[in-house]
C-alpha cells in the first residue's frame, strides 16, 4: 500500500520532537549535541549556518550517518543528541524520521533556519 507525502509528513513530525531555538542552544553547550543543517549547498551559501553546525544535505545524510557507509561523518554518533534544521521544518523532520530507524536514540526538530534566527541563535557564513 502506497502512503502519501502528507501522511509521511505527519509519521514523521510525531515521531522527533520539536525543540526551540534556546533549547537547542543550551542542549549543545550542556549536552554535546550536534546541530545538523540539512540545507542544500546553494542554500547555506546564501544565509549561512547556525554556528557551529555541521551540514549534511539532505539527499547524502543515510550515508553520512550510517555507522557501516564508507563516508560516515564521525560526529554523527547514535548516541549524540542530534538537532536537525532545514528551511522550514519538514525536511527536518522526515531526516529525524530516519536518523531514529537508523537506530539513533536522541533527535530533535529545531525547525527552519528562521527559527534559528528568530530566536536570537548565531549564525556563521
Keep these: ?10 509519521v514523521a513530525h510525531a ?3 520539536k525543540i ?3 533549547a537547542a542552544a543550551d542542549l549543545v553547550k550542556t549536552g ?3 546541530i545538523v543543517d540539512i540545507r542544500d549547498g546553494t542554500e547555506v551559501a546564501a544565509s549561512g549556518k547556525a554556528k557551529g553546525a ?8 543515510e550515508s553520512r550517518a550510517c555507522p557501516s ?3 560516515h561523518i564521525p560526529e554523527m554518533r547514535q548516541d549524540r543528541p542530534i538537532i536537525l534544521y532545514c528551511a522550514g521544518g ?7 524520521k530516519t536518523l531514529l530507524d537508523l537506530g539513533y536514540k536522541d ?12 530566536g536570537g541563535g548565531e549564525v556563521e557564513k
Design 107 to 118: 533527535v530533535r526538530n529545531l525547525g527552519g533556519f528562521r527559527d534559528w534566527v528568530a
Design 54 to 61: 555541521i551540514t549534511i544535505p539532505r539527499g547524502s545524510l
Design 1 to 10: 500500500m502506497s502512503t502519501t507525502l502528507n501522511e509521511m509528513l505527519a
Design 20 to 22: 526551540g531555538p534556546a
Design 32 to 34: 554535546n549535541a550536534l
Design 90 to 96: 519538514n525536511r527536518a523532520a522526515l531526516a529525524g
Design 15 to 17: 515521531a522527533v520532537p
Design 69 to 71: 557507509s564508507a563516508t
